[in-house]
């Protein structure tokens, strides 16, 4: 089965631009989230998704939305971005339940200049 | 509020050195506690999950316990190959999807 792939893998912008991640999860699997990593702060949660839903939010700006579509791939965008963003994009996806184990895909790495 | 702290930040080892890493949480009602391992500019890799108190893990070279405050990764005989970032998370539910993590354990086993 097919893991998680996240596009694109590598992003340069600068200040004031605004991005879109994409991610599509194991087939199957109707929840996505989002993380953001970076050195300073490990790992946070950004949002999570399920069946096109928004299911729980982190504490972030509003510069940070998401949405998923029907076959549950999902996308992220960050507008006005920051120097401050740079960091490695996560994406998981699970079956969708609070026990069940999110698997992750290998991250979009946004360089903000 | 809920909470995970993992111990060393970082650990050396020879191989062949066995040792433990320390995951303690402080979570209201704990859904799961999840360990991964993460590679340089790599996604982390998911190892083991762990429900109740008492329960254990396996594969390969690693083990995982849990207790009611802390889970362990016992690392026996460990290859240059393990050397890694170790993660721990913990889903509290309550309508929480989110995992949160630890900063984890840099893990360096030198031949």
């Known amino acids: 089965k097919a893991g998680v792939t996240q596009t694109p893998r590598y992003l340069i912008k600068t200040r004031g631009q605004q991005v879109t991640l994409s991610c599509s999860p194991i087939s199957g699997h109707r929840s996505v989230s989002w993380y953001q990593q970076t050195p300073g702060q490990g790992l946070q949660f950004l949002f999570e998704y399920f069946s096109e839903t928004q299911r729980n939010k982190g504490n972030f700006p509003g510069r940070f939305s998401g949405r998923q579509f029907s076959n549950s791939r999902s996308e992220m965008n960050v507008s006005t971005l920051e120097l401050g963003d740079s960091a490695l994009y996560l994406c998981a996806s699970s079956l969708g339940k609070d026990t069940d184990t999110q698997y992750f895909g290998p991250g979009t790495r946004l360089t903000v200049l | 509020e809920d909470q995970v702290t993992q111990s060393p930040e970082a650990l050396r080892l020879q191989e062949g050195e066995s040792s433990s890493l320390n995951c303690s949480y402080t979570?209201?009602?704990?859904?799961?506690l999840f360990w991964y391992r993460q590679d340089p500019g790599k996604g982390p890799e998911f190892l083991f999950t762990l429900y109740s108190a008492g329960e254990e893990k396996e594969k390969e070279r690693l083990k995982a316990t849990l207790t009611k405050k802390e889970s362990f990764l016992h690392i026996t005989a460990p290859k240059p190959e393990d050397s890694a970032t170790y993660l721990c998370a913990f889903n509290s539910g309550g309508s929480n999807y989110k995992l949160t993590f630890g900063k984890g354990t840099l893990l360096t086993v030198n031949p």
């Open positions: 979570v209201s009602g704990l859904r799961g």
